[in-house]
């Protein structure tokens, strides 16, 4: 089952187990010293920002699918916070800035380093800094696809392993973005929604009510899952969507919000005996969130337009952070994915 850190930082002490989770997970992908390096430096330079900019936060380290959906893990590490946020972004990336009297040199170190990197901020609510190392520098951006995927995970009470899970796969001109809820939390939980990202890699060419029922018999023996699965055909531009138990999907169309409704049930105990699909348009203007109960029940999808040309993981970093606080702690593993469409002017 994978392994997923969840680093609070408020204090310089908490600097260096961040750098830890990135050696630990550099370590689980097979990265080379070199590239370990990196993502160490990456770790460290986000932690500290934290610590100079926001008065703390939290640092997530995960292995995760590429970008390009194809290809090994990299080393996903995301640094989320609720400080004042950045007057200009863009100068926050360049070498030599700095409102602390540093060098200045953290982010755009970050970003050179990096395979990905990424960075959303609003004044008043805090800011999203986001990078992936992988095996070699830059090839994450090598090859233009589609659409993207991304997410967060986030284990409950600190734990090693999340009972959540989600991953995408690419094939035939379908992607196909899944999200899986262990029932409970804690191992058990996890070899469930383990099992599920393993089913979906052997039948990634399926429709989503076919995958689902591909899932129901691989889980059996487990605790069982909720399961949530998007589909965009590529060539034809429709997103196709299932899903069994309490996950949650949403879908922005323009400025405005839809649920996309899950059957009752759970995946590997008992599936309903239908399974019916919900296909609409995909566009430019859509955004799709997937995400598991340990959100709020009444969070509030992102408003943020900037949201539809950033990196996938950011979005769902930034809608983990605006539906949780310190006063209104997760109360289960959480995961959010999200699936986005490719800006033209990005590779």
Request: with cysteine.
């Given at each position: 089952m994978?392994?997923v850190w969840?680093?609070?930082?408020?204090?310089?002490?908490?600097v260096?187990d961040?750098?830890v989770?990135?050696?630990e997970a550099?370590?689980?992908?097979?990265?080379?010293d070199s590239?370990?390096?990196?993502a160490?430096l990456?770790?460290?330079?986000l932690?500290?920002?934290?610590?100079?900019?926001?008065?703390g936060g939290?640092?997530?380290?995960?292995?995760v699918?590429p970008p390009?959906g194809?290809?090994g893990?990299v080393?996903?590490?995301?640094a989320v916070?609720h400080g004042?946020?950045?007057a200009?972004?863009?100068?926050a990336?360049?070498?030599g800035?700095?409102?602390?009297?540093s060098?200045?040199?953290?982010?755009g170190t970050?970003?050179?380093v990096?395979d990905?990197?990424?960075l959303h901020?609003?004044?008043g609510?805090?800011?999203?800094?986001?990078?992936?190392?992988?095996?070699?520098?830059?090839?994450?951006?090598?090859e233009r696809?589609?659409a993207r995927?991304?997410?967060v995970?986030?284990p409950f009470a600190?734990?090693?392993c999340?009972g959540?899970?989600?991953t995408?796969?690419?094939?035939?001109?379908?992607?196909t973005?899944?999200?899986?809820d262990?029932?409970?939390?804690?191992?058990?939980a996890a070899?469930?929604?383990?099992?599920?990202?393993?089913e979906?890699?052997?039948?990634?060419?399926?429709?989503?009510?076919?995958?689902?029922?591909r899932l129901?018999?691989?889980?059996?023996?487990?605790?069982?899952?909720a399961?949530?699965?998007?589909?965009?055909d590529?060539?034809a531009?429709?997103?196709r969507?299932a899903?069994i138990?309490?996950?949650?999907?949403r879908l922005r169309e323009?400025?405005?919000w839809?649920?996309?409704?899950?059957?009752p049930g759970i995946?590997g105990?008992?599936r309903?005996a239908t399974?019916?699909?919900?296909?609409?348009p995909w566009?430019?203007?859509?955004?799709l969130?997937?995400?598991?109960?340990?959100?709020?029940s009444?969070?509030?999808?992102?408003s943020?337009?900037?949201?539809l040309?950033?990196?996938?993981?950011?979005?769902?970093?930034?809608?983990?952070?605006?539906?949780s606080s310190s006063a209104?702690?997760?109360?289960d593993d959480?995961?959010?994915?999200v699936?986005?469409?490719?800006?033209?002017?990005?590779?």
């Open positions: 994978p392994r969840d680093v609070p930082v408020h204090d310089p002490t908490r260096r961040a750098r989770a990135a050696e550099a370590a689980l992908v097979g990265l080379d590239r370990t390096a990196a160490a990456v770790a460290t330079e932690a500290t920002n934290l610590l100079k900019h926001a008065r939290q640092v997530l380290v995960d292995t699918a390009s194809r290809g893990l080393v996903q590490i995301a916070d004042p946020g950045m200009d972004v863009a100068a990336l360049g070498d800035f700095s409102t602390t009297g060098l200045g040199a953290g982010l970050c970003r050179r990096a990905d990197f990424d901020s609003v004044l609510r805090g800011t999203v800094a986001l990078a992936r190392v992988g095996a070699a520098a830059g090839t994450s951006a090598a696809v589609p995927a991304g997410g995970n986030i600190g734990a090693d999340s959540d899970a989600w995408w796969v690419y094939a035939d001109d379908r992607l973005l899944m999200l899986a262990g029932l409970g939390h804690g191992p058990e070899r469930a929604s383990t099992a599920a990202v393993e979906l890699h052997r039948s990634a060419r399926l429709a989503p009510a076919e995958t689902l029922r129901h018999d691989a889980l059996r023996g487990t605790r069982g899952a399961v949530a699965l998007a589909q965009l590529v060539w531009g429709r997103l969507f899903g138990g309490n996950v949650g999907a323009g400025g405005s839809r649920h996309l409704l899950s059957r995946v105990v008992h309903p399974l019916p699909e919900t296909e609409v566009g430019a203007d859509r955004l969130i997937l995400h598991s109960d340990g959100l709020p009444r969070w509030v999808p992102p943020d337009a900037r949201l040309a950033a990196d996938p993981a950011v979005t769902a970093a930034v809608t983990v952070r605006d539906a209104r702690p997760v109360r959480t995961a959010v994915a699936l986005s469409p490719t800006p033209p002017d990005r590779p």
